[in-house]
Structures are given as structure tokens and as C-alpha cells.
């Protein structure tokens, strides 16, 4: 019968990671727990004059092979796996003189950082730890008698659980620390697996796992009836490795603020990666995941400006997302309106001073940009399971685009064509994006209806215009952007009427024929690009 205290008597100590070993070795020998180890971690631990059994020397059989066979061995799987309430175990023990271990600790070869870091295919093979998950997995199938610690965060909790039941461990702490064990080693063999795929050129391998690492438990989630959480890693990267590495909510530093709700998570996400789009000074202002103002300009304070412009009643409560260093002169204009998140990849020291008054204003800094034409994945939950897609990293240029009108787009057209249609890839479909001199006018997201879409954005732009004390609204002289077809005439007669002079959309319906001669007939310049943007 499982035992609820285990006195710890011998422990096995086995890590790559070395924080806080020394600590954790000598605190166990001053209990008289004997320590045996290997290699680094047993020069270390010896170094600092904790009394230290190499495992060869316990085993009797040496290290070899590189270090590949060393704890793969009965006397170390038969003191961790044997049962102390079962006889047969107990008299196998001492048949073959086999020691209890009753604690475990163990961390595993760094694979994943040595993939992140760009190194060979031999040296992330070698980086792919056998003995310390067996170890792991052991322990923890045993945990009604051995105790197994996978992170250093964990030893803290042991040693505080010797002090409190001299020398023992809990039941309660063992099975947490299982299952902890458990999940690390899904990690881990899920890290390897798609990376081999990656390896291989499987984009969409016939097993996929999906694994992440908590970073935060949220207040709540979407509403406050459903529970929630942040987790970090996961699928990002595609089947060659995870998206901790990619620059945003998963890499940022809080520097102020109150904690970061769910759907401040989702919606600072989707701004940072619309502003990572451009390569001149961009603004971003997110609402609900959609943008309701994106601009461009020479500077970073002429950019939030005329983004702002496009829709400042819905900016009020919004995300605001920069891709430069955060300046003093952007940060005193934020300052002045209400918002619930600022992300930048930094921001200097007389900014932070002008944000460190807003006391409930989240400031996230997060080193880097991301680069908007990385490959990755993404993953969306359907009931029974989950659906997988590379991530939208499409990009259309000047020479992917084809003019099917008798009038060709001027130059100033060409550039707020192309800048309407990467915002428009970060719109809810049905998306309508009216733009002018690098700055949206007008937004339609979400429609049920493409022509709802574009009355919609005229309309929020006429409100924004007669709000701002402006003789006409932003679309008037605009371009528009559809992330698909217009599948009938109406959307884009919708745009022409609201003031657009030139349209951007990927053309491909049974009635295009139609739409370009409405085009035609009112004086349109319309481009194709055959490439679609849904975002649902």
C-alpha cells in the first residue's frame, strides 16, 4: 500500500540545467541523504563539497559510449521502479543487491535550445536525451514511493517538505511532481517529433502533439464564467520547432500595468503582428482583434496620429502597437488617450517615464519584430479535435499584381493599394479597407455581406470626418482593399460611391467580368493579386 510520507534516504541527480544545483545537493547531504550523480553534475556538487557516488561506481559497470549508456542500468531502474509494499520486489532488491532511490532529479538534454540556436542535424540528435526520460518516467509511474523533480523551480517545495516531515515526502507532492514529470517528457518527445518531421519536409506529419509551457493563469477568459491561461511554446514554428522564439506576447517584458486579460492577450497578438507588416514607422490601433486604425509615415508620432484619425471613438479602450522604439513624442500623445495595451519592441527612457503615469496602462516591451513572412503554424480547436494551417505569410508585391481595367492605378494608388491590402489580411472577413497616403480611412470587418462591408467603413469614415470637424470624409480620393472577390458589382459600386478611385482584390469569381466593367464604367482602376486573405 502506498505510504502518504517517504523518508528520503538516497537521491539520483542527473542535470543539464545547473541552477540552483549546488544549493539543493548540499542541503540534502546535510540531511544525510546520499547523493549519487553523474558527469557535470557530480564535478559540480563535488566541486562544492557535497559528498557525492558516481553511478558507474554504484552500478559497477562504467560510463560509455560518449556518455550515451550510463544510467541505463537494473541497480539504478530497479531502485527507482521497486515497490515498497510488495514483497517480491523487496526480496529481489536484496537478491541482487539493489538500493532504494527515492528521489529522482532529473533535466533533460537541452534539444530544443540546441534546434532554436541553428545547430546541425547531428548535434540536435546528440542533444536528444534516452536516459534522463526513462529515469523521469520511472520515477513517476513509482511515484507512491519516489518523489522525481524536473525543474529547479521544484526544489524549493522538496526541501521545504523535508523540513516539515523530517527528511519525508508527501503523497500529495509526489503525484503533483508525476505529473509535471509527465508533461515535461511530452514536451520534450513532442519537440523531437516535430522537428524530425521538419527534417524530413513533412508539413502535415500523421501524428502531431501540441505542447506548451504555463506562462500565466488569467482571471478569466473571454467572459468572466470561463477559466483561462497563458502557455507559451506550442505550434508557431511549424513542424520544425515552437513559437517561443518568434518576437511578440510570448517574448515581451511587462514593464507596467495591471495583469493581461485573455482577450487583452489575443487582441495585443493581433496588433503586433499587423504592425510587423511594414517596414516604414507603423501605428496599429486593435478593438476585438480588428484593426480600427493602421498607418504609416515618416515618423512614429505622424503615423499614430493618422492612425488615430481613421476611427477615434472605437481607439478608446484599444491596443495600440508600434514597430519602432517607442518615443517620447508617440508615448505624450498615447498618454492622452485611454487605452488598455502599448507593445513595442522598446521603448526609451523618456517614453516609459510619460507612460509610467498611466499606473493601469500594460506596457509590453518585446526586444524584436516578427517577421510577417516567417513560416509557422497555427492551430484552431473544432469539436473532437484541431484544425492546422501554415500560418498566413503571404505578401504581394508590385509584380504580383495585374491591372484588368482600361485605366492603370497612379503611383500614389499603387503604394495605398498595397498598404490597404496588408491591412486587409488582418481583418475579419468580410474585410473592406479604405486607404489614403499610408493610413486607413475607412474599415469594414466581419460582414455577413462584402457590400455591408464597404457601406459600413464609408460610414464609420464620413462619422470619424464631420467628428473631426472635416468638410469630407477620409474615402473621398481613397483606394479600397478586399481580402477576397466581390463576388457581385454591388461592394465595389459601394466603394466607388463612398469616394474610392482605385480597387485592390484578388479576382477569381464566376462574375469578375462583371465587376471590371463596372469598374470601367466608373472610371476605376482596379488590380488583381490572386492571392486571398480570409481571416474567420
Known amino acids: ?62 560510463e ?52 532554436a540556436r541553428g545547430a546541425a542535424f547531428e548535434d540536435c540528435v546528440e542533444n536528444i536525451d534516452i536516459g534522463g526520460p526513462a529515469m523521469i518516467r520511472s520515477a513517476a509511474k513509482n511515484h507512491g514511493f519516489v518523489a522525481v523533480v524536473t525543474d529547479a523551480a521544484d526544489y524549493d517545495a522538496v526541501l521545504a517538505e523535508l523540513e516539515a516531515n523530517d527528511g519525508a515526502t508527501t503523497l500529495a507532492l509526489r503525484r503533483r511532481l508525476a505529473a509535471g514529470a509527465y508533461a515535461r517528457t511530452a514536451a520534450y518527445d513532442s519537440a523531437i517529433g516535430q522537428w524530425f518531421a521538419g527534417q524530413n519536409g513533412e508539413t502535415f506529419p500523421a501524428r502531431v502533439t501540441v505542447a506548451g509551457s504555463l506562462r500565466q493563469t488569467l482571471r478569466y477568459g473571454e467572459n468572466p464564467h470561463q477559466q483561462a491561461a497563458f502557455y507559451v511554446g506550442g505550434t508557431g514554428g511549424g513542424a520544425g520547432g515552437g513559437a517561443e522564439g518568434r518576437p511578440g506576447i510570448a517574448t515581451a517584458t511587462q514593464l507596467q500595468g495591471k495583469e493581461l486579460s485573455y482577450n487583452n492577450l489575443n487582441d495585443t497578438d493581433a496588433a503586433f503582428e499587423l504592425v510587423a507588416e511594414f517596414e516604414r514607422p507603423a501605428v496599429a490601433i486593435i478593438k476585438h482583434a480588428n484593426p480600427c486604425g ?20 472605437s481607439a478608446f479602450g484599444g491596443i495600440i502597437a508600434v514597430n519602432r522604439t517607442l518615443d517620447a513624442a508617440t508615448a505624450e500623445q498615447i498618454a492622452k488617450l485611454f487605452a488598455e495595451v502599448v507593445i513595442a519592441p522598446d521603448a526609451d527612457e523618456e517614453a516609459r517615464a510619460f507612460l509610467a503615469a498611466k499606473k493601469n496602462l500594460r506596457v509590453l516591451l518585446t ?17 473532437g ?51 489614403k497616403a499610408g493610413a486607413t480611412v475607412g ?81 476605376l482602376a482596379m488590380v488583381f493579386t490572386g492571392m486571398r486573405h480570409f481571416r474567420h
Open 385 to 435: 479535435g484541431f484544425l492546422f494551417q501554415n500560418r498566413d505569410s503571404g505578401r504581394i508585391g508590385l509584380p504580383d499584381l495585374k491591372v484588368v481595367t482600361k485605366r492603370s492605378p497612379g503611383e500614389q494608388e499603387l503604394a495605398d493599394l498595397l498598404f490597404a491590402f496588408r491591412v486587409a489580411k488582418h481583418v475579419k472577413s468580410n474585410a473592406i479597407v479604405y486607404a
Open 64 to 115: 560509455m559510449m560518449d556518455g550515451r549508456v550510463k544510467t541505463l542500468h537494473p541497480k539504478v531502474h530497479g531502485g527507482i521502479l521497486a515497490r515498497r509494499d510488495l514483497d517480491s520486489h523487496l526480496a529481489a532488491m536484496k537478491t541482487h543487491g539493489i538500493p532504494p532511490i527515492d528521489l529522482v532529479v532529473v533535466n533533460l538534454y537541452p534539444f530544443e535550445e540546441t534546434v
Open 294 to 313: 493602421v498607418a504609416e509615415g515618416d515618423s512614429l508620432p505622424d503615423a499614430y496620429a493618422r492612425a488615430l484619425e481613421c476611427d477615434p471613438v
Open 1 to 62: 500500500m502506498t505510504a502518504d510520507l517517504v523518508r528520503v534516504t538516497r537521491a539520483l541527480i542527473s542535470v543539464s540545467d545547473k541552477t540552483g544545483l549546488v544549493r539543493f545537493g548540499q542541503a540534502l547531504a546535510a540531511r544525510g541523504v546520499e547523493i549519487l550523480s553523474t558527469g557535470g553534475s557530480a564535478r559540480q556538487l563535488r566541486d562544492a563539497g557535497v559528498p557525492v557516488t558516481e553511478v558507474g561506481d554504484h552500478t559497477g559497470f562504467p
Open 443 to 523: 474599415i469594414g470587418a466581419g460582414q455577413m455581406s462584402r457590400v455591408d462591408s464597404s457601406r459600413i467603413a464609408a460610414w464609420k469614415s464620413a462619422d470619424a470626418a464631420q467628428a473631426a470637424g472635416r468638410a469630407e470624409a477620409g474615402t473621398i480620393g481613397s483606394v479600397v482593399a478586399s481580402d477576397a472577390f466581390f463576388p457581385f458589382a454591388d461592394g465595389l459600386l459601394a466603394a466607388a460611391d463612398a469616394g474610392a478611385t482605385a480597387i485592390i482584390q484578388p479576382g477569381g469569381s464566376m462574375r469578375d467580368g462583371e465587376v471590371i466593367a463596372a469598374a470601367d464604367e466608373r472610371g
Open 367 to 383: 526586444g524584436a519584430m516578427p517577421d510577417p513572412a516567417a513560416p509557422g503554424m497555427t492551430v484552431r480547436t473544432v469539436s
